[in-house]
């Protein structure tokens, strides 16, 4: 069985990789690119349609372009901003550690949960927007959305469990392949017919006129989900990896604000329908050419950039709850690498969160992205008022005339990013609240709460934990008793007493509870038949409890010799099948959770291994190369 | 916490109860009636519904009378030859004991599957009934069908659990109420109006009205589920018991088919619509009276007989599975009674399993009918050829005339019934195989794969086990090697260290895992300075895993000194609050586990007990009334 699964594990996760054998990137701007703006410039995907859909509820659907370029310059303010922290916070923990070092622990710490909840619902968003262009283009897919999009993230689950990084130079492919097609759309958008028809903005000054806008700029504002993504990509850059990373960013948001524009410009020309209808995108396509292979020249590259985006989020989820973990916010085995130097645990968690949205939403793209903002703006937010506290900073240590002139344009131009940026979500509070977003804003909270009292939880254990001088801990106790416990009398107790025995304990007694009358008198009968030299306490059960009676027995002993230790030796079966644990050791599991609650109580386990299990032990030594232990001595002559 | 929960399952479950006060009831055929003929009774409820609705698919609804008596006679059959079953096998095994004693343990274990089944499907179509009752009375509860049945069920449960028991008087009221009723009903509807107009009986002889009767038969069977739970009774009987059963089984079955009869009359001379409107009682009842007080002075003592009936399956399943795990059939651990002398596991079982077939059906009580007879009347025929196979050994040894013409002539009546019950069975299993028959078909099959597989195991194990003669289990180790596992030098491991020393083994060291190289240079240099007279070993870790390097570092051990124990120290963190579990002792749960395949490997938990767990063990050794121990010694003198 384990032997199976170990070839199985072999097959789908691959060989073990070593510590020494990590390799660290270094990628130049032009491969840098693709794997990290995968994230921004895939948005670009269903973006349009959702400003499109904002426009239409108001009735302003030809104020389109207007909005796009809207969109486009917040776009550009803030990767100019974000370029700045990159420069000056050239690390991996991007904006949790922006926050954290600028803004102190616990406003890193809402940070870390704003970006947890972002990457969940760009994995949703991202699958739900990859299934609407698969049912597009095969229509026989249709009916199956949900299905499709959990599918997406069971192959993702699979791939980032394993460690898959999508080679650089495919996801330059992917990357430029998708710019190409919007490049390619965009040229023969521009040549074909007459734009009068379409051209005239009715941008009444009314309320409604208003809101229509605000929802719309806050809509196209998605586009930015993706730029923290670069903003913690600098380790990942050749050297001068800060400058290198800065210029990646800047490169990224234009090509990303000049592709949305175009899409959007598409989208406008050709009068599509809202997404009911399916993406823009493709419906555009179609009213351009008419043919099946024009819109499988959109859909394919789209769908790869989808996927590679969703994929590298897996990567940064599972990357910040590593740090997170490390900071002692969430439980620390997210903060272990798995032989494949992957975090598992982070990779479960996102897959399993954002496949619960998935199915809550019945992968509703129009749903999902009114749900998402909330945790990307509340991080760009942070950030930036985070940048403008280390500006501040250093302009007061900074006396001459020109540097300190920069730093206060780059402080001005954070300010405005915060300030947009807390426009944006304001809006997408308000406005989003009831279709979704109160959910993203319900579940950063309850992530808040809960890195909180974890972290707490691990600070006030250190401390109880932490070595004092002649430590009480240290002390020896004076004796040791040692119990066995007969339920039987079979092989594993007689093991269970010849290890007791060698084991040399100051006093020596088996234990058996009375609950049948008939079967103690039998145990007593044959113990005094088999002569094993150790006395046989019965302790009565009245009410049929095999555990109370032992831990009063144990706890006797304690009053008389308050500081000696006890040594309870519990024979346990030691199984081969799964099923089997449902047969055995359900009592001793009990009894041993329970006797461990006592102090000075050592639970000995006793394994006794069933034939079952004595099979696959021996195959097991044969499937696993052994790596070599190197064995080092120190404390004796330390 | 755990004081929280002991308070609170005290409320809920009622104080322990001890071994010796446990009460075996001793009743005269008075109160035995009611308490054990519950479930036959109960059946009225929905009988003439069924047999009703079989007949109208045909078009024969008018032959509704001459079913009821065809049923009226199958059950007297029945009741005289199951009479017979409980004056010969007068035990609490019921069916199972009969067919394992004669027809030996294979058929025996098939009859113990086809009860659970039945008794599964006996709890759901009793709790659809009660809903459907509640339903019509209560036109509020209209569209709650699903949520009555299974809140009835968690009442059950939760009144099974503490091991409440109807008391024989309320059960009295409750039978008698009911059949008072009933009675009440045929005697008004006797005297009014004519029944001239519905009075002819047009029975076709066609091959449709043939299938429609021989399914009205089948329907109105399941009068007799209940059967065999007054076959169990004899054990709660005054003396003399068998004798006093069979007069019981014989009344309870006289009344339910006199109930079902007059149900039945009233039914088809009122013309009441099929039970989609609603239980043909109530529909009667309306038009008899056309008063809502009439409507509940019947469904009250309905539902209260089919609660009661309900309940009393539950301990019959319970008390089954317990006899079925004694004879190693099931897990061990459903055969263990709880402090309230109830065996809980069954309780969960039974709940759980037709809380499930509600759901999956959404409690219609047409469906469910459908399905529940196959494990019923499985058991029935088992058991009548069973008797027969008993009869013809008695025969063999009677060699005078007028007993052994009695005895043929018993013999003759079981062949009947289990000619009667086989033909049921097939009609049954062949009409209702699509309605839902192959699913109760299809878990009476499972269970007995399940229990033969569970069997064997236990079988196999108890051989493995058993004690020979100069057992090698009985070797003591050469020497004993201890290692105490350090991941950090903290309080915990003190203790570990110094609990290793008290043990005194013949070699003992500290071991380290390496992940990270710094950290072990500060262990290393800390370990130098606190100066624990122990060597600490550093384990490499090239692929970060805690788990194999420790194994292979035993096996090396084991490689040098084949015959020695190596006991392994392993710190284990006592959490006070639940989800402090989530925080703590994974990795050393993992290692636990993965020690415990090696052979002589000992692995010893050395609990240290966070504050938040000495708060509560405190508390626990004051809320627990200390059962007095008695101690007796055994083996030395022996």
Same mark, same amino acid.
């Given at each position: ?23 660290? =990137? ?6 840098? %690119? ?40 917040? =776009? ?26 600028? %803004? ?66 495919? =996801? ?76 990646? %960013? ?136 985070? =940048? ?52 993203? %804003? ?197």
């Amino acid at each position: 069985m384990r032997r199976f699964l170990e070839s199985l594990k072999m097959l789908v996760f691959g060989r073990p990789i070593a510590t020494g054998r990590e390799q660290r =990137m270094a990628l130049r701007t032009r491969l840098a %690119l693709p794997v990290f703006g995968a994230s921004l410039l895939s948005t670009v995907a269903y973006a349009p349609d959702a400003v499109l859909d904002a426009l239409r509820k108001g009735g302003q659907g030809t104020a389109l372009p207007w909005m796009a370029a809207g969109v486009c310059a917040i =776009m550009i303010l803030l990767g100019f901003a974000y370029r700045s922290n990159v420069r000056k916070h050239p690390d991996e923990r991007g904006d949790y550690g922006t926050v954290q070092d600028q %803004l102190g622990p616990t406003a890193g710490m809402v940070t870390g949960a704003a970006l947890l909840v972002d990457y969940i619902f760009t994995v949703a968003v991202s699958v739900a927007a990859i299934a609407q262009f698969a049912e597009f283009v095969l229509p026989v897919l249709e009916g199956y959305h949900t299905g499709i999009a959990l599918a997406a993230i069971v192959i993702m689950t699979l791939a980032n469990l394993r460690g898959i990084r999508e080679r650089a130079r495919v =996801m330059l492919a992917v990357w430029f392949g998708f710019l190409l097609v919007i490049g390619a759309l965009a040229l023969v958008g521009a040549l074909q017919g007459d734009l009068a028809g379409t051209a005239t903005v009715k941008a009444d000054a009314t309320w409604s006129a208003a809101f229509s806008f605000a929802g719309a700029i806050a809509s196209g504002a998605v586009m930015l989900t993706g730029i923290e993504h670069l903003a913690s990509s600098a380790p990942y850059h050749a050297e001068p990896r800060a400058k290198r990373a800065g210029r990646t %960013l800047i490169l990224a948001v234009l090509a990303g604000a000049a592709a949305f524009l175009a899409a959007s410009l598409l989208v406008w020309k050709y009068r599509v329908s809202g997404w009911q209808q399916g993406p823009v995108l493709l419906q555009a396509a179609e009213r351009m050419f008419d043919h099946p292979a024009a819109l499988w020249a959109v859909a394919v590259p789209t769908i790869a950039i989808l996927y590679a985006a969703a994929s590298a989020v897996f990567r940064r989820f599972s990357g910040l709850t590593s740090l997170l973990a490390r900071d002692a916010y969430l439980p620390r085995q997210l903060s272990q690498q798995s032989d494949r130097l992957v975090f598992r645990g982070g990779v479960i968690w996102v897959s399993s969160a954002s496949a619960l949205l998935v199915i809550g939403t019945g992968a509703r793209l129009e749903q999902l992205v009114h749900m998402y903002l909330i945790g990307a703006f509340a991080a760009i937010v942070l950030s930036q008022v985070a =940048m403008v506290r280390f500006q501040r900073r250093r302009i007061a240590l900074e006396l001459r005339g020109r540097g300190r002139l920069r730093m206060q344009g780059t402080r001005v131009l954070h300010a405005a990013a915060a300030t947009v940026g807390a426009g944006v979500w304001i809006v997408v509070a308000v406005f989003n609240f009831s279709a979704g977003a109160w959910l993203a %804003l319900l579940l950063v909270l309850l992530l808040v709460f809960l890195m909180r009292g974890i972290r707490q939880h691990y600070a006030h254990v250190r401390e109880q934990l932490a070595i004092e001088t002649d430590d009480p801990a240290s002390a020896r106790p004076s004796a040791t008793h040692g119990i066995v416990l007969v339920a039987q009398l079979h092989r594993p107790a007689l093991r269970a007493i010849a290890y007791a025995k060698a084991a040399r304990h100051s006093s020596l007694e088996a234990v058996g509870v009375q609950i049948d009358r008939n079967a103690t008198v039998e145990l007593q009968r044959r113990w005094g038949e088999l002569d094993l030299g150790v006395p046989l306490v019965i302790l009565d059960s009245p009410y049929r409890d095999l555990v109370t009676p032992v831990l009063d027995h144990v706890r006797s002993i304690h009053r008389v010799s308050p500081r000696d230790m006890v040594v309870v030796y519990v024979p346990e079966y030691i199984v081969g099948r799964w099923w089997e644990r449902f047969l055995h050791n359900r009592a001793s599991m009990r009894l041993r959770e329970r006797l461990l609650t006592i102090p000075r109580v050592v639970v000995a386990a006793v394994p006794w291994h069933l034939e079952s299990a004595l099979g696959t032990l021996e195959s097991e030594a044969l499937t696993r190369e052994l790596p070599r232990v190197e064995l080092r001595e120190a404390g004796q002559d330390g």
